[in-house]
């Protein structure tokens, strides 16, 4: 997922955020604001890991809702051509 598609899905991403990383607050939503480098600086802070670790999460983070993104665009597909 590219910085504009987290961009345009970020209130939908926020408590799929909450849930992976429950030790951000709605400030650091706020401030985050769909920006992916926010994001990981963010949970480096708060969990006190190494930026390539936080990189390394958020990525595959991303990978997994892209999948679900994907898999709701394909129901979604094959609802409508029903």
Known sequence: MNTDQMEGKWKQMKGSLKTRWGKLTD??????????DQLVGRIQE?????R????????EWNRANADAVETEAE???QRRAS
Not at 27 to 36: A, F, H, R, S, Y
Not at 46 to 50: F, H, K, M, N, S
Not at 52 to 59: F, L, N, Y
């Open 27 to 36: 400030d650091d939503l706020t401030v985050i604001e769909g920006q992916k």
């Open 46 to 50: 708060r969990y006190g890991i190494a």
């Open 52 to 59: 390539d670790e936080a990189q390394r999460q958020v990525d």
């Open 75 to 77: 129901i979604e597909r």
